[in-house]
């Protein structure tokens, strides 16, 4: 059939393609062209219809290498490529059904959901200091948990009577539909709606845990927070979920870490932001300051002529990373110079014989409110302002 497109053209793989890729190429083109998301397009269906057809050959190792060495004219009545293949959508049902069971819930092959299954994670929130964040700390919680029932033994009947096996599913947990479909006979797997996927029907439930198999109570959980958490990370601890389902293992608990901002620390990372005020002396002269570190007091010498604003690097003074506590990463402090707002008569005195022996010129203040001295005066009348405009 000349007018035919390549198969490997049509899922976009090269020869020598493997299976798990060609499979992963089919479910995209797949997905892509399927009828039920292009209703009505005939043009996405003929696309669905001839990479079905593709993957129907190349995931096939026999059929795959008469292709390989014939073409398509491997498959035609009396080609050259041995036997012929009558190509039949109605076989395509196993094949839609692996592909598609993911994308669209449904599936040919039949998966046990009344086999063990994991219990589902909890999930909650814990707050801790700005200080604990950094070192860590042990803090217990209390949480309501899911435990067998002592009563019924998890099993949610009445002591002296069994669960009996659901009549729908015959205990298989699923159903099956069947419906004819543009490419033959699909079938779909759902839950069974009788028994909910367990495969057992109770008929006498149990008092204490109202069939559920499980019952509620309160439990205390101690946290290990690591040092170097930030907030908005989580803990996980194994085991403490919600229990499994026939046997299956319980679930997990997700504790998300808030973390209280600290009055004089910032973070980022692993590192640490704060500001220490300096006197203008001591900026001036230089010398040795004591500044808060998350440590405790630190001793730091700054060197004449600082200016405002200068950042100095405290290496290895900041938070332990979580790989390795011993780790740490820097505290940058910024250095802001304070100017004093009230002078005695001797400061301003010596700040003037400083003035005149730096040739500063330095002129007395006068008593009128910021922003109408004199020289606002001199430029509204240069501008031809007038009282009362």
């Not at 010498?301 to 820097?330: S, Y």
């Not at 008593?367 to 001199?378: E, K, M, V």
Request: with cysteine; hydrophobic share 30%; net charge positive.
């Amino acid at each position: 059939m000349a007018d035919k497109r390549d198969y490997y053209e049509v899922l976009g793989v090269e020869k020598g393609v493997s299976e798990s890729d060609l499979k992963k190429a089919y479910r995209k083109v797949a997905k892509k062209y399927h009828p039920d998301t292009n209703p009505g397009d005939e043009e996405a269906a003929e696309k669905f219809k001839e990479a079905a057809e593709a993957y129907a050959v190349l995931s096939d190792p026999e059929k795959r290498a008469k292709y390989d060495q014939f073409g398509h004219a491997a498959f035609e009545q009396g080609g050259g490529g041995g036997s012929p293949f009558d190509f039949n959508f109605a076989d395509m049902s196993d094949i839609f059904g692996d592909i598609f069971g993911d994308m669209f819930g449904g599936g040919s092959r039949q998966r046990a959901s009344n086999g063990p299954m994991r219990g589902a994670d909890i999930k909650t929130t814990m707050r801790v200091s700005f200080t604990e964040a950094v070192f860590g700390t042990q803090q217990e919680i209390e949480l309501p948990l899911k435990d067998e029932c002592n009563v019924c033994n998890g099993t949610g009947s009445q002591p002296g009577h069994q669960p009996e096996t659901c009549g729908k599913c015959a205990g298989k947990g699923q159903v099956v539909y069947t419906q004819q479909s543009l490419f033959g006979m699909a079938r779909t797997i759902q839950s069974c709606p009788d028994c909910g996927g367990s495969g057992k029907i109770i008929k006498f439930k149990c008092s204490n845990c109202a069939g559920t198999g499980y019952v509620k109570s309160k439990k205390r959980i101690q946290v290990a927070v690591p040092a170097g958490i930030d907030n908005g990370q989580s803990i996980r601890i194994r085991g403490k979920g919600e229990p499994g389902i026939n046997g299956g293992e319980r679930g997990d608990l997700l504790v998300t870490i808030l973390v209280d901002r600290d009055p004089v620390f910032q973070r980022q990372d692993y590192d640490l932001f704060s500001s220490e005020p300096i006197s203008f002396t001591q900026a001036a002269l230089g010398g040795r300051i004591t500044v808060n570190t998350i440590d405790g007091p630190y001793e730091l010498d700054i060197k004449a002529g600082t200016q405002t604003d200068t950042k100095v690097k405290l290496k290895g003074k900041g938070v332990p990373t979580l790989r390795n506590k011993n780790q740490r990463g820097d505290h940058y402090v910024t250095l802001v110079v304070q100017v004093p707002d009230k002078l005695t008569e001797e400061q301003k005195s010596i700040l003037h014989q400083y003035a005149a022996v730096s040739g500063v010129e330095v002129r007395a203040a006068t008593d009128q409110p910021a922003g109408t001295g004199s020289l606002f005066g001199d430029h509204k009348r240069k501008k031809g302002f007038k009282k009362g405009l």
